[in-house]
């Protein structure tokens, strides 16, 4: 075990024996703003006891919360983290144990901040066991592949607009930094990453993750985009790429969607998200997003939606992602949607993405990996090839309009092998019309009964 992980278990550890600290959330929480400002500012307090907690409550709290945004760039990105994160340790003697321990992390050490970037990823997945807390988090190969379809170039600004740990902007940031040969280079991917984030927690670790990044002023807003008048987004809000996993499933607070055109009011987040989506892209700007089942088929405001984006956007694939992809801590089955603003949809290409040979579905244990892409990946820029034609298909916007803008279209390949046989479904058919004969028969008799 290397020595930053015995560190973080002996934080994990420390806490536990902390009465304030409730549940895997508030640990997670507590451990993190902690490391935030052991990696901000490298600076120690020889304080212990009840005089540390004095500190930490009365004085260093409310200090952070009040920070003058005038100081410093850094003052904004702290009272920013700071305004809803809390301290929860009650324990003087535990808290000061907890700062010895983080101590002894440089994050100044090359080494360890890369020891600690793969560690923080471990502390990103463990908050989808921590209650509503998953929603945060998107599979790690699933980020991966839609960033390496879309292929930010290096001056590209790039948007998550609910960016939550920040799983797409750190994925992007580490495709950049490929194109970056000088000190401009590295200016213009500081200049070009750009988040957005309505919850605390999920901010501060967005924040964190970019500052182990390299980032020294992250940009990653704690605001809820779909607060701001749909009519006030201009030419100077517009980017280049958005890649995000809006939360769905979700409902907006009363009155959000006033902020929308009539034709989009919805409370459904990731209906008022897609719809923004397309408002914030460039002319030519692009866009690869997650979206459930429920919007491909979805009716009312969702066609409308999905008649705006086939209007105004080339939506040129769809990859369709197998049950699983997102369990333990969600069933829903998700989509991945990509496309181009400034030109109508002609035609959509669909891939069904296969499970590999003998998996049955995905487990926190076995997740999706990036390697499974590979198929996606060969097709891309060759999709008449017949080798891949049990997995894609394509279907005209024509089509699509005739279905009433209903997108979610079975791979016509896979039909026949989830038929049952001709000889089972006739059985199945004859049972079937044998207790509508049954119901009928009783219902005649019931009312046969009433009339006398």
Not at 10 to 16: E, K, S, T, V, Y
Not at 186 to 210: F, M, S, V, Y
Not at 236 to 255: A, C, M, Q, R, Y
Request: glycine share 6%.
């Amino acid at each position: 075990m290397t020595t930053i992980t015995t560190n973080i278990k002996g934080i994990r550890d420390i806490m536990r024996k902390d009465t304030g600290v409730d549940g895997d959330a508030q640990r997670i929480s507590q451990m993190v703003w902690m490391l935030f400002m052991k990696i901000f500012a490298d600076k120690e307090e020889g304080l212990t006891g009840d005089a540390l907690m004095d500190f930490v409550n009365n004085e260093l709290f409310p200090a952070l919360k009040e920070l003058d945004f005038s100081i410093s760039p850094q003052a904004k990105i702290i009272r920013s983290v700071f305004e809803d994160t809390y301290n929860y340790m009650k324990n003087g003697t535990l808290f000061r144990q907890v700062i010895n321990q983080i101590n002894r992390i440089d994050f100044n050490s090359s080494k360890d901040r890369h020891l600690f970037n793969d560690l923080y990823e471990t502390i990103l997945k463990e908050l989808q066991s921590a209650g509503s807390s998953g929603e945060y988090y998107t599979p790690r190969a699933v980020t991966q592949f839609m960033v390496d379809i879309i292929d930010p170039q290096l001056k590209e600004t790039v948007l998550d607009p609910a960016s939550g740990t920040g799983g797409f902007l750190t994925c992007t940031i580490d495709h950049k930094k490929k194109l970056v040969q000088n000190d401009q280079g590295e200016r213009d991917l500081q200049a070009t990453i750009r988040g957005i984030e309505k919850k605390p927690l999920p901010h501060l670790l967005c924040t964190t993750n970019l500052m182990l990044h390299g980032f020294d002023v992250p940009a990653v807003r704690r605001d809820n985009l779909l607060s701001k008048p749909y009519a006030d987004w201009g030419a100077s809000d517009k980017v280049d790429i958005i890649l995000t996993n809006p939360p769905f499933g979700g409902v907006e607070e009363d009155g959000t969607e006033t902020n929308f055109p009539q034709k989009f009011r919805t409370k459904e987040t990731a209906d008022l998200f897609l719809a923004l989506i397309i408002r914030l892209l460039k002319d030519g700007g692009r866009c690869a997003v997650v979206l459930p089942d429920g919007t491909l088929f979805g009716e009312g405001v969702k066609t409308r939606i999905k008649e705006e984006l086939m209007e105004r956007c080339n939506l040129h694939t769809i990859v369709r992602l197998p049950n699983g992809v997102f369990n333990p801590y969600t069933g829903i089955k998700t989509n991945l949607l990509f496309f181009e603003k400034g030109q109508q949809t002609k035609d959509i290409w669909y891939f069904e993405h296969p499970y590999p040979d003998g998996v049955k579905s995905y487990n926190k244990g076995k997740p999706i990996h990036i390697k499974e892409f590979d198929l996606e990946k060969a097709w891309w820029n060759d999709r008449e090839n017949e080798a891949y034609s049990q997995y894609a298909w394509k279907v005209s916007a024509e089509e699509i309009q005739t279905r009433g803008y209903n997108l979610d279209i079975k791979n016509p390949h896979q039909v026949a092998d989830d038929l049952e046989s001709p000889e089972v479904l006739l059985k199945k058919y004859q049972a079937t019309e044998n207790k509508i004969s049954d119901i009928q028969d009783e219902i005649i008799k019931v009312l046969t009964e009433a009339l006398r």
